[in-house]
């Protein structure tokens, strides 16, 4: 059956008014012959306005594909277009000859694509932004002394923002909490913040050094001033921070005698360096720190109260990892993050499970516990998940000890140090290295546990 000519040309034209494609078909002049409504729709021109006049009085020339075409006579096949400042298409052209092969115009076939390139645009305008903002995130941080301090617990924040406000005084601030809560690096970090960052920050001890040796670690010696004493005299620690701060670790530990000459040192703000005639002008700002109830040996007579109240002008206490718990996972990412790349392996995935195993645990030891743990654990570990075993395995009370079955007879004197290095480490162990609680264990002052941890080469992360 053959198909009348007036169906099939109603028929091509009802197709190509409903194609998604803008159309467009110019005769040789240039002139607008066909423009379909996806055309219209696209260009905001409408059929009437365009057809029979020249394309170029509603277009520039040179981005009217059909002209190029008209003139080149070679085809172009979906390729990318700008007809208009802010239209993008996909363009389709091809020339137009009768069946005597005579060219009569040029057929242009265009996708819109100006809302994806404009989504694009975004995308990466957005991305740019999120890069830049990213960049100065980490800058920022950094910068920011508080940065090392991990975690995201309500109790953090709040300790860093009071901690940031402590930094802009010159107040003695006093740092209290367990062992291995992260007491040194406060105390680094409002140092790092405030205004004397730029000079020392010198830690002491109170616990670790010998009563007989203390006063001239702090307030230093003229030469001469004892047998033994250098002969060019040495300043102490009170000297050496000049301008910056002097961080009282374990200041609990302090003698009373040492107690009452500190506290005159801080409010005279010189000191006499032993066998020194002449006072020195001291300029420092004193950190302390303390795991000990300083209110409770006040009552007892055991810390002067004039020094605590001396010390305790800004207070903040850390609270133990188990008070705030759900920062746990943020440090292990840190720790797994640190470890991996320090001991060069690939950064392991931890299981839902062993976190919740680890977030059980009560950490007597704090966040110095978990660091070592993770430490261990990526030293061990070989695959590319941590389960609940892993974790299991390290933590204390999974631990046996394994006694030796042979040993070799050691005489009566090595036998006793062996005795005793092996209960100073027990000690030190379970207490995750907390000296004084291990000292009072041990029934020792802490001095002597410290000369003892020197004597049998025992290392403990203070
Ligand atoms: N919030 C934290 N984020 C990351 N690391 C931390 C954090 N708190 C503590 N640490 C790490 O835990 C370890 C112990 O911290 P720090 O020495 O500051 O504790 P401390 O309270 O002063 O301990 P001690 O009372 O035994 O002297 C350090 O390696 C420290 O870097």
Same mark, same amino acid.
């Given at each position: ?61 040179? *981005? ?13 096949? /979906? ?47 957005? $991305?740019?932004?999120?890069?830049? $903002?990213? !960049? !100065? ?54 140092? !790092? ?21 203390? +006063? ?32 009282? *670790? /374990? ?25 020194? !005639? ?59 993050? +640190? ?70 007879? $050691? ?29 009072? +264990? ?18 403990? +992360?203070?």
């Amino acid at each position: 059956m053959k198909i009348p000519d007036s169906f099939a040309l109603h028929t091509l034209h009802t197709l190509l008014s409903v194609l998604e494609e803008s159309i467009s078909i110019v005769n040789t002049k240039g002139e607008m012959v066909y423009w379909n409504e996806a055309a219209e729709k696209t260009f905001h021109i409408k059929k009437e306005e365009i057809i029979g006049r020249n394309v170029t009085d509603f277009f520039r020339e040179e *981005d009217v594909m059909n002209l190029k075409v008209l003139k080149s006579k070679q085809p172009v096949h /979906e390729k990318y277009h700008q007809p208009l400042p802010d239209q993008h298409v996909v363009i389709s052209t091809t020339p137009i000859y009768d069946e005597n092969n005579q060219l009569i115009g040029s057929m242009s076939v265009e996708r819109d694509i100006s809302t994806t390139i404009r989504l694009n645009e975004n995308l990466s305008n957005t $991305l740019q932004e999120l890069q830049h $903002l990213k !960049q !100065q995130l980490s800058s920022k941080r950094l910068d920011d002394a508080f940065s090392k301090i991990k975690g995201n617990s309500q109790a953090i924040n709040r300790l860093i923002y009071d901690a940031k406000k402590a930094a802009k005084s010159d107040a003695t601030v006093l740092i209290t909490g367990e062992s291995g809560s992260g007491k040194e690096l406060f105390a680094q970090a409002i140092h !790092q913040e405030s205004s004397r960052s730029k000079k020392a920050f010198i830690p002491i001890n109170c616990g670790a050094i010998p009563q007989a040796l203390f +006063e001239s670690e702090l307030f230093g010696y003229e030469a001469g001033a004892y047998t033994g004493a250098s002969n060019k005299g040495k300043p102490g620690k009170m000297e050496l921070a000049k301008g910056g701060t002097l961080f009282l *670790d /374990e200041v609990g530990e302090l003698p009373l005698n040492m107690q009452v000459k500190l506290l005159r040192a801080l409010q005279e703000k010189e000191i006499y360096r032993i066998g020194g !005639q002449t006072p020195k002008k001291i300029n420092v700002r004193i950190i302390a720190a303390t795991n000990r109830h300083l209110e409770n040996m006040v009552s007892e007579g055991t810390f002067r109260s004039d020094l605590y109240y001396r010390l305790n002008v800004f207070a903040t206490r850390i609270p133990s990892l188990r008070e705030r718990i759900e920062d746990l996972p943020c440090l292990v990412y840190e720790f797994l993050e +640190e470890f991996s790349s320090s001991y060069n392996k690939p950064l392991p995935s931890i299981h839902k499970e062993a976190l919740n195993r680890l977030c059980e645990y009560h950490w007597p030891g704090n966040i110095r516990e978990l660091r070592n743990l993770f430490e261990r654990l990526m030293v061990l570990h070989e695959h590319s998940e941590i389960s609940e075993m892993d974790i299991t395995q390290l933590l204390p009370q999974a631990k046996q000890l394994v006694k030796p079955l042979y040993t070799v007879p $050691l005489s009566l004197k090595n036998e006793k140090e062996s005795i005793e290095r092996e209960r100073i480490l027990q000690t030190l162990e379970k207490t995750y290295g907390n000296k004084s609680i291990s000292a009072k +264990e041990l029934g020792m002052s802490r001095a002597t546990l410290y000369k003892k941890m020197k004597k049998y080469g025992i290392g403990y +992360e203070s």
